[in-house]
């Protein structure tokens, strides 16, 4: 029997669970179902929910979300939610361009213990950033030095480099204006509809718009035919079509 404003605890005994195929032990969670009658007979049913990381402590931070948006050219805005924090000092921004390799972009300091729903924000100057993509995650650092980290999201800073071709049908030369955006020189391809190389042509291009003619296609069959330009960033194509 409980007086009128006592409390109570419960305490659980836990196993730990096997670990996966990675290593990564899953989180324990436990749910309890606790019943109690008043003295005037009415039954009550309230439920507890606890889960605990492997070591056996409460889970540090619940992400509510992780979003990255491209402001302009120069500028990331990456924002994040949280539903609990314990334990928090701080979450770093990681930032890497191939997605596999990442370094540290910013630090933004935790909320300590919370159970409150906390917001963060933080711009991200991507101006020297040569590459078409950028990836972010964020590791979360408790007070004692333990971390963990968020899923990778990921930004598409500029549209690829394009390219106009004319005339469009062709007879036997097709002018080309292209931007590039840097000094080097490249590979232009022709492929047939079955993906069989039939012409490739080494090309000097240049940092802005770039005009290249292609003459030798007289002799190729009437049909469609894809052209590609290897840049630095990846391969761009075009379709075409010979009279």
């Not at 990681?94 to 910013?106: H, P």
């Not at 933080?122 to 950028?134: C, K, P, R, S």
């Not at 292609?214 to 379709?239: A, D, R």
Request: with cysteine.
């Amino acid at each position: 029997m409980l007086a009128s404003q006592e409390s109570f605890e419960v305490e659980f005994k836990v196993t730990i669970n096997a670990a996966d195929a990675n290593g990564n032990i899953p989180p324990i969670i436990n749910v309890a179902r606790i019943t109690g009658i008043s003295d005037a007979g009415i039954k009550s049913t309230d439920d507890g929910t606890a889960i605990l990381e492997p070591l056996g402590g409460p889970l540090p931070v619940t992400l509510k979300s992780f979003v990255a948006t491209l402001i302009n050219s120069k500028t990331i805005k990456l924002d994040w939610a949280t539903l609990q924090e314990i334990n928090c000092d701080r979450y770093e921004i990681e930032r890497s361009t191939d997605g596999r390799v990442f370094t540290k972009a910013g630090t933004v300091a935790g909320h300590g213990f919370t159970s409150l729903d906390m917001y963060y924000t933080l711009n991200d100057d991507v101006t020297a950033i040569t590459g078409n993509i950028v990836y972010y995650r964020l590791r979360q650092v408790d007070i004692d030095g333990r971390s963990s980290f968020s899923k990778v999201v990921s930004v598409r800073l500029k549209k690829s480099t394009g390219f106009t071709i004319s005339p469009n049908p062709f007879s036997s030369y097709v002018n080309i204006n292209i931007d590039w955006k840097n000094n080097e020189s490249s590979v232009v391809k022709i492929f047939n509809m079955s993906g069989k190389e039939i012409l490739t042509k080494n090309i000097q291009l240049y940092k802005g718009t770039n005009y290249v003619q292609i003459n030798e296609l007289s002799s190729l069959p009437s049909g469609n035919y894809l052209i590609q330009f290897n840049s630095t960033e990846g391969k761009i194509f075009k379709q075409v079509t010979k009279l």
